[in-house]
């Protein structure tokens, strides 16, 4: 995977500021939010891929309320770092919307209109992984993303998912078939790099 | 991670750029937090209530009954979160005796004693590196001690317990150096007062420790063993499957043998007693054993035969709302009841994982060790809804609910079975709410659109779980249940030749025994009544006039299913006279196929058994036959012998079958199934053994609700069938 698609830091958040937070720090927390909204916003943008696009934004916020309110309760020693911890906040969020009736529809605004200026076969790339990856059952989207775009390892998608080591294994292979499959069709000319 | 990571390498997936969040998230975040109750865990709860609302419009806004509950909650957690305030790690070398409190665990420490602890949530991890301390944990803790450098690992939940770490001299003079401090502490001593502990080393298996035990840990040897009495993890316990009765339906066998199966697991792993390794039924026991009681006397015969020092059996019944577990803890030798008990679950405690959790839950009961704590468990359901997983907070607020009911608990199940998009659950928390409750909560499940009223047409699903058409015509409509399907069940114009072999069987073996002195073959003709009684008896072949009179007795006794018009028919039957020669030995037919049943040998026990019939009828044989029928999976056998036995017989040996999955009923279903990719098929978790597509009669089911799995690699996909006698259902899934 391409390093530049990594939206998650390997940097572990601040020890002091982390337990400031969890003592109910305002200036900490919103450290602690400037540090994982990107991630987070990604994150819930990507598996709502196109879905609901109006609720990112309470998503996300929802998410960090959240995250505050249970700080208290956060073991830094525990099995799950921050980050994990923070995102499996935002997974579960994000898959409870997805399962709602009114989050069926599709925006079809599946590429960041923030990104208008990139070059034209970059765009119909990111037009086409968006297409692909929202044509993916919810299941696999969010194993999918979690692996490519936040770096999760097996053990942590697990985690977040409540799913077995190997089911993650399997969906994962079956989503990136899947996508592949896709990109191959859309975009034939770049099927065949290595 | 692995080669499947290559995939999509042709491919830059940072082209699908997300935007970036919008700039004040931080400031919209930090002010709906100061709209509560700012630096408290009482949010926790309203997030986890109301988090498909709008933000900024809607946080203070929930009514009176959601902020009650939220209080609620709010204080729980407080108490919870000041439970446990003491510094969380520490660390003291005892010069003189000591106490130590750290919170709900107490340690009496001896001079010289030499602990670190650190706490991880309710469990306090302790490092005893050397001398002697006498621990008190409460149970709502767990206490996790590595005592002597690994040399032993500990576990002690509401338990008494002194661990000594002793030094062991010779051993430190010869190995000096570095390797001094781990290994010199050679010697680990566990003395168990009181409760649940646990000890582990490195090397062996971990062993319960029971009250009034010592056990010793040497770790330069590498040897542990019992100083003392009072490990008992000697004695062998032994535990049948359970027996079903109550309502039929095709999950019950199915559900007692996940619970049997549950037992067992628990068993071979936990509490004081090895398991010994015999998955018997307690049916096919008592069978075999011919118990027609299961009197401590008969009973302590099979657990002597299978081994075992204790034997645990019993039934699992469902009824119209709950299932009810009655268990038996017998002592073989002393062919006594140690202990009984008796358990009404509910229906929803099916789910596999509560299935688990309910077998752990009777056999420690069962045995006198504590399984549950409801408050611990509540505690772990308030953090799953922290985390946002409201699946696995509504398991264990039912864990903890079937702990201890609490009406607070039953407050939070409901919740989070609204909140899991969980109708059924949804509606049985619901009911077993207050009216008041009804009120204040019904929301919580309005806003997840999760539905509490059924229907008209299917309330009575609802008030009748497991009880369906078929279930029904199998207890002669017994119940209020069934009164529906009573009306619709019109009667037949006339008897049916079905009919007419199922009630002619009944009365078979006694017609049987009528003495005649030849080889003799007597037709009859018998009229019936449209309520189903017999009008007349009439021979229609001159027979002697004992045995006429002998079968005309006992055919006017019979009794047909009710119908329109009543019937008449001519049936034959064929006599061995009494003065023909012996050709065969009933009995000692019978014991060769007990034989065969011992050896595994179910087509074989079956053909024994069906040639002992064929030499002297005997319904306890039919019963033999009709068990080695269901065993060797012959589905036309095991209905000729269902037909065969009385009403009671049949509904008591039907689970034989049932939990084999053999159809025994005349007019079984078949289930035709395809799907793309191919998938492996389960029938309610066992396998199959067939992969789609299964067509025509291959797969044939006892008539009833079923779950069929789709096994595709490591995915599996559930859904739940209805079979009717006599039809073939056809499903197909895009599982791709």
């Keep these: 995977m391409q390093a530049a698609a990594r939206a998650r830091s390997s940097e572990p958040f601040d020890e002091v500021t982390l337990r400031r937070a969890q003592r109910g720090d305002q200036r900490a927390w919103r450290d602690l939010i400037d540090r994982f909204q990107q991630p987070v916003h990604a994150l819930i943008w990507r598996l709502l891929a196109g879905r609901a696009r109006h609720r990112v934004e309470d998503l996300t916020q929802e998410t960090f309320v959240r995250v505050l309110r249970a700080l208290p309760k956060f073991d830094p020693a525990g099995t799950a770092s921050l980050s994990t911890w923070i995102l499996t906040i935002a997974t579960r969020m994000t898959l409870n919307e997805l399962r709602r009736p009114e989050s069926a529809g599709l925006d079809r605004e599946l590429i960041s209109e923030a990104r208008a200026d990139v070059d034209a076969e970059r765009k119909r790339l990111g037009e086409a992984i968006a297409a692909g990856v929202a044509a993916l059952p919810d299941a696999q989207r969010a194993v999918l993303v979690l692996r490519e775009y936040h770096d999760l390892d097996y053990a942590e998608i697990a985690a977040v998912l409540e799913l077995d080591a190997g089911t993650v294994k399997s969906r994962l292979s079956r989503a990136r078939a899947a996508l592949r499959a896709h990109l191959t069709e859309a975009m034939p000319e770049l099927g065949g790099r290595k | ?736």
Excluded at chain 2, 124 to 145: F, K, M, P, Y
Aim: negative net charge; aromatic residues 6%.
């Design chain 2, 1 to 736: 991670m692995s080669n499947d990571d290559d995939m999509l390498e042709a491919f830059d997936l940072s082209a699908w750029e997300a935007p970036p969040p919008p700039a004040d998230l931080a400031d919209g975040v930090i002010d709906r937090m100061g709209a509560t109750d700012e630096g408290t865990d009482v949010g926790l709860a309203a997030v986890a209530l109301d988090h498909h609302r709008a933000p900024r419009r809607g946080w203070i806004i929930a009514g009176a009954a959601a902020a009650t509950f939220v209080l609620a909650i709010g204080v729980w957690t407080l108490i919870r979160a000041t439970h446990h305030a003491a510094p969380s790690t520490g660390s003291v070398v005892a010069d003189q005796a000591r106490t130590l409190a750290l919170e709900t665990v107490h340690a009496n420490l001896d001079p010289g004693a030499d602990v670190r602890w650190r706490r991880d949530g309710d469990v306090l991890r302790v490092e005893q590196r050397a001398g002697s301390v006498t621990w008190r944990v409460d149970s709502d803790q767990q206490l996790v001690i590595d005592a002597g450098a690994a040399s032993a690992s500990v576990e002690a939940t509401g338990a008494n317990l002194r661990v000594e770490v002793q030094m062991n001299a010779t051993d430190a003079k010869v190995i000096g150096g570095a390797a001094l401090t781990a290994a010199a502490v050679a010697i680990v001593t566990v003395v168990v007062y009181e409760g649940h502990v646990k000890v582990g080393k490195a090397s062996q298996q971990t062993v319960v420790v029971a009250p009034g035990s010592t056990y010793k840990v040497n770790a330069v040897d590498d040897t542990a063993s019992v100083v003392g009495a009072g490990l008992t993890r000697s004695k062998k316990v032994a535990i049948l499957g359970l027996e079903t009765g109550g309502v039929p339906n095709g999950h019950v066998p199915v559900v007692a043998q996940a619970l049997s199966s549950a037992m067992r697991a628990v068993a071979a792993n936990e509490g004081p007693y090895t398991l010994a390794p015999v998955t018997r039924e307690l049916v096919d026991e008592k069978l075999l054993a011919n118990c027609a009681t299961e009197a401590p006397q008969c009973m302590s015969a099979i657990g002597a035969n299978l081994g075992a020092d204790l034997l645990v059996y019993g039934h699992l019944e469902l009824g119209k709302r709950d299932y009810t577990t009655r268990l038996v803890l017998l002592d073989v030798a002393k062919k006594t009841i140690e202990r009984t008990q008796e358990t009404v679950w509910p229906i929803a405690g099916t789910e596999r994982d509560m299935i688990d959790w309910w077998g752990r839950r009777f056999y420690l009961d069962l045995i006198g060790v504590p399984s549950c704590d409801a408050d611990a468990l509540k505690d772990e359901g308030m953090q799953q809804i922290n985390a946002g997983q409201h699946a696995a907070a509504l398991t264990k607020f039912e864990q903890s609910l079937a702990c201890k009911d609490d009406s607070y608990v039953r407050q939070l199940a409901f919740m989070e079975s609204c909140a899991s998009a969980n109708p059924p659950r949804a509606k049985q928390h619901y009911k077993r709410l207050t009216p008041v409750q009804q009120g204040k909560f019904r929301q919580m499940c309005i806003r997840n659109k999760v539905e509490l009223e059924d229907p008209p047409v299917a309330s009575a699903a609802i008030d009748c779980p497991g009880v369906d058409e078929v279930s029904c015509v199998l207890s002669n409509y017994e119940g209020d249940c069934c009164k529906k399907y009573l009306k619709s069940a019109s009667k037949p114009d006339g008897l049916t030749r079905a009919q007419i072999s199922e009630a002619i069987a009944k009365v078979k073996p006694q017609i049987m025994k009528c003495k005649t002195p030849s080889d003799d073959k007597v037709v009859v003709r018998v009229e019936v009544k449209p309520s189903g009684d017999v009008t007349s008896v009439t021979m229609t072949t001159s027979a002697d006039a004992e045995l006429s009179k002998c079968v005309r007795s006992i055919l006017a006794g019979a009794k047909f299913p009710a119908t329109k018009i009543g019937g008449s028919f001519s049936y034959p039957f064929v006599f061995s006279g009494a003065t023909a020669p012996a050709q065969c030995d009933a009995d000692a037919l019978k014991e060769e196929g007990m034989q065969n049943i011992n050896m595994g040998q179910h087509a074989a026990a079956l053909t024994k058994f069906e040639k002992s019939l064929a030499c002297k009828e005997d319904p306890y044989v039919t019963q033999l036959a009709f068990m080695e029928a269901c065993a060797s999976r012959n589905s036309a056998k095991a209905q000729l012998y269902y037909k065969r036995m009385t009403p009671t017989q049949q509904s008591k040996f039907s689970q034989m079958c049932e939990r084999e999955n053999v159809a025994y009923l005349p007019g079984e279903g078949y289930l035709q199934v395809f799907s793309k990719p191919a998938a492996k098929i389960l029938v309610d978790g066992r396998d199959t053994g067939m992969t789609t597509p299964i067509t025509g009669q291959q797969l044939a089911l006892v008539p009833g609700k079923h779950k069929i799995t789709f096994v595709v690699g490591d995915d599996h996909f559930t859904y739940p069938v209805q079979i009717k006698a006599g039809e073939t259902l056809t499903m197909s899934k895009d599982l791709q």
